[in-house]
């Protein structure tokens, strides 16, 4: 279990949407400093914000950030691209693009970070998957986000020993530039941020961050054909 208060923070992709919301979110719940990165460079006008520009497919972008952010407790892994794109019919070369960034990328940062969290007390690295992790038919994304599930559970039980907490955090879908075409309900960035900081704070492991997750999760024990990405009504 780590704390938010007092903690220096990262968050990769922390920009816009969910990214956003959890620099906001650490922030009230009393984080010391924030690095906040994006892809270009950016602004931020709070004291305790420092802007950072990572690109994820780059290994070298990933150690200078950690090298610049050498106080860092908490990783918030959440650095993500989607493009809709089937496996079988879609440009190869954009399934390739959301392996790098959602997957190759989320290893990245964790390498770069794991020996600073080490050297800081354990601390926590938190990435971020999807219930479309769980569920067949989103193509390209959904198998790189199954992938990065895997890679977060290895992770786990490597760096166990060095005492940091690592989260997996699935979530249906949130209300962000993302997924505006998808026409099902959404979360609120801020809601599921709250549950990802409160699962942080809690010790958990795992964060099913909405109804949907939980019961996707509840399903797998189910038969595969069940796991089917939802239907627009």
């Given at each position: 279990m780590v704390a938010i208060k007092d903690a220096v923070v990262v968050v990769t992709g922390g920009r816009r949407g969910l990214g956003a919301a959890l620099v906001d979110g650490a922030l009230a719940r009393g984080a010391r400093k924030v690095y906040a990165t994006g892809r270009g460079p950016f602004t931020d006008p709070r004291p305790e914000v420092v802007p950072v520009e990572l690109e994820v497919r780059s290994a070298e972008s990933a150690e200078a950030l950690a090298r610049l952010a050498s106080d860092a407790e908490i990783v918030f892994n959440n650095a993500g691209i989607m493009t809709p794109t089937p496996?079988?019919?879609g440009d190869p070369r954009d399934i390739e693009a959301m392996f790098d960034v959602?997957?190759?990328g989320l290893l990245r940062v964790a390498r770069a970070f794991a020996p600073v969290l080490a050297a800081n007390g354990g601390g926590a690295l938190v990435d971020m998957h999807s219930v479309l992790s769980w569920l067949a038919g989103s193509g390209g994304y959904g198998a790189s986000k199954a992938a990065a599930w895997s890679i977060t559970n290895s992770l786990r039980a490597e760096l166990a020993a060095q005492n940091?907490?690592?989260v997996g955090v699935h979530a249906g879908f949130i209300d962000t530039?993302?997924?505006s075409a998808i026409p099902l309900p959404k979360a609120t960035p801020a809601a599921i941020a709250a549950a990802i900081l409160d699962g942080v704070e809690a010790g958990d492991v795992e964060v099913l961050a909405d109804e949907i997750t939980a019961a996707t999760k509840a399903a797998l024990s189910g038969p595969v054909e069940a796991l089917a990405f939802p239907t627009p009504a």
């Open positions: 496996l079988v019919t959602n997957a190759f940091t907490q690592v530039d993302m997924v």
